[in-house]
């Protein structure tokens, strides 16, 4: 929720529905749309709000279409209206089409969820050190529980307008297929998993992956827009994609099961159906409501086999609004954000696209669509919470996630993304340490914990294999953490963080005596210069970084390939390692150097933070960094 922005869009609409004479505490009670025409209207400030050009709508429930249309630009430039027919790209939300591809095959016989990968497609490059007890199983591709990290720059940056062929996009770039737990115990977000899914299906049908898609969804669906290339109807319909206003080239997804289709929302509408039909639109049966059930459902982590009533499922995951569980999938591509969602049991749903990367109209879209179809719904009874034992209690303290999405941005995560977890008033709180919201949960007994809100199960506590006692909130594993370690590694980066500003203010004072001559040559010079060159080398790491991260596609061209600036990134750490560990050596070695103990000590203390900072980020990979590798 984004409580100013949702205020100021509800009165904006009380104003356009009511009259500009309303009063002002009427625009609380126009917070929540309760007609199409006011979440229309609500929508349509959004987007004005956020320079957002357009957006489209499928909003849909059990009786029938509610609205499928559009509003806003398809085109900026060329001053083209967005309308049902508008062809936007739906990025991840492609991969639900993995999922019932596979669950067709199932229901047929013809392939299990429990069938080895290894077995399906040996020439398929991975890497599984616990392959012969815990192998990569065909659920563990759609549920994002190989361990896999998660495509490599590259992959994102291979834009390849051929298009190649999926096994050509799969052989790509196989590196950052390395199980880095134990398959089937941790989930993390993986796009390498649905496009390998969609090879298996190709095998066993003998069909290109695209071509069976397009013969057993959307065709009979009558997606009659829908599609994974940029075909003559995408050129003539197909929405341009904004970042800050600039539009974006055609991205040529390679791995496009991923997140490759195209769709209008005439297309998500019939898609739709198809979940709250139960698999079953016109009386024409695609799936069995068995086989949605188990898509639905999270069941592949040891977090589903404690309890956990949340998470990803096939292609499939559970989100939460308020009190309501919706069952949804969202996609992003450069320009473009997209969401479907749908409440089985109230058998309502929607979805839309936005052709801007704005995440704030993204939310806002999101909120006000999900308030206006839970405007009348019961809210769920939530169990009484289970009176706290002494032995519950053990679960208070410090913990870090275990479970990166990206290895390459673990060691910011394991650094700044710790929590705590304590009991209050009978309930156990979470909460980031550095500050954010707190999260209240029910104790429910045998380490299961419960939302507030929903009554589900959302944290529960379980033992990982490698790990020991860990606890599952939702899609993070936590791990404790000694309050000494993670105190002491925050307090030793923000030390470092103190030396490197005031190396630089050191800087203008010794650099000004050493230019008048009053710092000799030798080491008084050498233990200050150092320290000083490690923090340039830093702020140049860091600078270079923030340069080749504007905008997702330069992040994809420029970081994603070897080019001046990510070549120049890896070099800066390199510096960075070099100069961190000469400054302490020389710290070191010229003790006894003839100049002003605090000046010595100050550096010294600057060196040693350097080197214990260069040791850690070493540990992680990132000095050496590679962005394209």
């Not at 009979?220 to 539009?247: F, I």
Request: glycine share 10%.
């Amino acid at each position: 929720m984004r409580p100013l922005k949702r205020l100021r869009s509800a009165a904006l609409l009380s104003a356009l529905l009511i009259g500009a004479g309303s009063h002002a505490q009427d625009e609380e009670d126009a917070v929540v749309p309760e007609t199409i025409d006011e979440l229309l209207v609500a929508i349509n400030v959004v987007l004005e709000e956020t320079n957002t050009p357009g957006v489209a709508l499928a909003i849909v429930n059990q009786d029938g279409t509610e609205y499928v249309g559009a509003l806003g630009k398809a085109d900026v430039e060329h001053d083209i209206d967005a309308d049902a027919d508008t062809l936007f790209r739906i990025g991840s939300t492609s991969k639900m089409f993995v999922a019932l591809s596979v669950l067709q095959l199932v229901e047929d016989g013809r392939l299990s969820l429990d069938d080895r990968l290894a077995d399906l497609a040996p020439e398929v490059e991975f890497e599984n050190p616990w392959e012969e007890t815990h192998p990569v199983r065909v659920v563990h591709l759609l549920e994002h529980t190989t361990g896999w990290d998660d495509i490599h720059l590259p992959q994102y940056a291979h834009n390849d307008p051929t298009p190649a062929t999926l096994k050509e996009a799969i052989d790509f770039h196989p590196h950052s297929r390395k199980s880095r737990w134990q398959p089937g115990t941790r989930s993390s977000y993986c796009n390498a998993g649905p496009p390998i899914a969609a090879y298996v299906v190709q095998k066993i049908t003998g069909q290109d992956f695209e071509d069976y898609v397009q013969e057993n969804f959307f065709a009979p669906l009558q997606m009659s827009g829908a599609t994974y290339r940029r075909n003559e109807a995408v050129q003539q319909r197909g929405a341009t994609l904004y970042t800050e206003g600039v539009a974006e080239d055609y991205w040529h997804i390679d791995m496009r099961p991923s997140g490759a289709i195209n769709a209008s929302a005439n297309d998500m509408a019939r898609f739709l159906w198809l979940f709250l039909g139960r698999g079953k639109v016109d009386g024409v049966r695609y799936v069995t409501p068995q086989s949605l059930q188990r898509m639905e459902t999270a069941m592949t982590t040891d977090g589903a086999r404690a309890g956990l009533e949340v998470g990803y499922g096939l292609n499939n995951y559970t989100s939460t609004h308020e009190h309501w569980t919706f069952q949804a999938h969202n996609g992003g591509v450069n320009g473009g954000l997209t969401e479907l969602a749908y409440l089985p049991d109230a058998g309502r749903g929607y979805a839309f696209m936005i052709n801007s990367g704005s995440g704030a109209a993204f939310g806002d879209i999101s909120d006000l669509i999900r308030d206006y179809q839970t405007r009348d719904l019961a809210e769920p009874e939530v169990p009484d919470a289970v009176p706290v034992a002494g032995a519950a209690r053990k679960i208070e303290g410090l913990y870090h996630s275990i479970n990166p999405r990206q290895q390459l941005t673990y060691f910011l995560d394991r650094l700044l993304g710790i929590e705590r977890l304590w009991f209050d008033d009978g309930e156990l709180r979470r909460k980031p340490l550095l500050g954010g919201e707190v999260r209240e949960y029910l104790p429910a007994g045998g380490g299961q914990f419960r939302s507030p809100d929903t009554g589900r199960v959302v944290l529960v506590q379980t033992v990982d294999p490698l790990a020991g006692a860990v606890v599952h909130a939702g899609g993070r594993v936590l791990k404790p953490m000694s309050p000494l370690v993670a105190y002491g590694q925050l307090a030793i980066g923000a030390l470092w963080l103190v030396s490197i500003i005031t190396s630089f203010l050191y800087f203008l004072v010794w650099g000004v005596r050493k230019w008048r001559g009053r710092v000799p040559a030798g080491p008084s010079t050498r233990i200050r210069v150092w320290p000083l060159l490690a923090s340039v080398s830093v702020v140049a790491f860091v600078l270079l970084f923030a340069a080749g991260m504007r905008g997702t596609s330069n992040i994809f061209n420029t970081l994603g390939k070897p080019t001046a600036t990510s070549i120049s990134i890896m070099l800066a750490s390199f510096a960075f390692a070099a100069f961190a560990l000469l400054g302490a050596l020389t710290a070191f070695r010229e003790r006894g150097a003839a100049m002003n103990r605090v000046n010595y000590w100050y550096c010294t203390i600057s060196s040693s933070l350097h080197l214990l900072v260069a040791v850690y980020l070493s540990w992680f990979g990132i000095i050496g960094i590679q962005t394209w590798a």
